[in-house]
T-cell receptor, first 114, second 112 residues
Framework: DAGVIQSPRHEVTEMGQEVTLRCKPISGHDYLFWYRQTMMRGLELLIYFNNNVPIDDSGMPEDRFSAKMPNASFSTLKIQPSEPRDSAVYFC????????????FGEGSRLTVL | EDQVTQSPEALRLQEGESSSLNCSYTVSGLRGLFWYRQDPGKGPEFLFTLYSAGEEKEKERLKATLTKKESFLHITAPKPEDSATYLCAVQAYGAGSYQLTFGKGTKLSVIP
């Protein structure tokens, strides 16, 4: 398996623009997580899905952030409008089953908002 | 609220100089504690799962141990390729038990 695939790897945009990050989880994994990593706050959970259904989005910072999982092999995280404080590395991770803490992470999308 | 605190934030070791990284946690009921390794520009990579106090897991030069309040990652005779950030995470029972809470990590540098 190719692992969790994220795109783009790097994104530089201007404040106010829409940003869409994409994720393809490992085939057969039924949980998908979106995390954000910064030096100040470390890894923060934004939202997670089980069988394509959003379960907990309490980590989404505000209404500018939205996430979808239209099918088992694709998820998006959208920021509209983007702000400089959204600059971070965004990770997607997937896992199989609930009773494990073994997450498989993608290589991340580094977002810079000018 | 679950909390994970890792120390030190950064650690520089000479090759062969053994040491330990600490992970202190506060959780209502521990379902599992996990160690991950993160290389620069990469996503975290799973290393170990520990479930109960007294449990130990080993992998090459790494050994993870668990008590009721903290976990240690012991590194024996480290090599430069062990340089990475090591992350600790906890999973709790109850509401939200399907997610992990991560610490900020310890950045380990092993100097040849």
């Amino acid at each position: 398996d190719a692992g969790v695939i994220q795109s783009p790897r790097h994104e530089v945009t201007e404040m106010g623009q829409e940003v869409t990050l994409r994720c393809k989880p490992i085939s057969g994994h039924d949980y998908l997580f979106w995390y954000r990593q910064t030096m100040m706050r470390g890894l923060e959970l934004l939202i997670y899905f089980n069988n394509n259904v959003p379960i907990d989005d309490s980590g989404m910072p505000e209404d500018r952030f939205s996430a979808k999982m239209p099918n088992a092999s694709f998820s998006t995280l959208k920021i509209q409008p983007s702000e400089p404080r959204d600059s971070a590395v965004y990770f997607c991770a997937s896992r199989q089953g609930a009773n494990t803490g073994e997450l498989f992470f993608g290589e991340g999308s580094r977002l810079t908002v000018l | 609220e679950d909390q994970v605190t890792q120390s030190p934030e950064a650690l520089r070791l000479q090759e062969g100089e053994s040491s330990s990284l600490n992970c202190s946690y506060t959780v209502s009921g521990l379902r599992g504690l996990f160690w991950y390794r993160q290389d620069p520009g990469k996503g975290p990579e799973f290393l170990f799962t520990l479930y109960s106090a007294g449990e130990e897991k080993e992998k090459e030069r790494l050994k993870a141990t668990l008590t009721k309040k903290e976990s240690f990652l012991h590194i024996t005779a480290p090599k430069p390729e062990d340089s990475a950030t090591y992350l600790c995470a906890v999973q709790a029972y109850g509401a939200g038990s399907y997610q992990l809470t991560f610490g900020k990590g310890t950045k380990l540098s092993v100097i040849p």
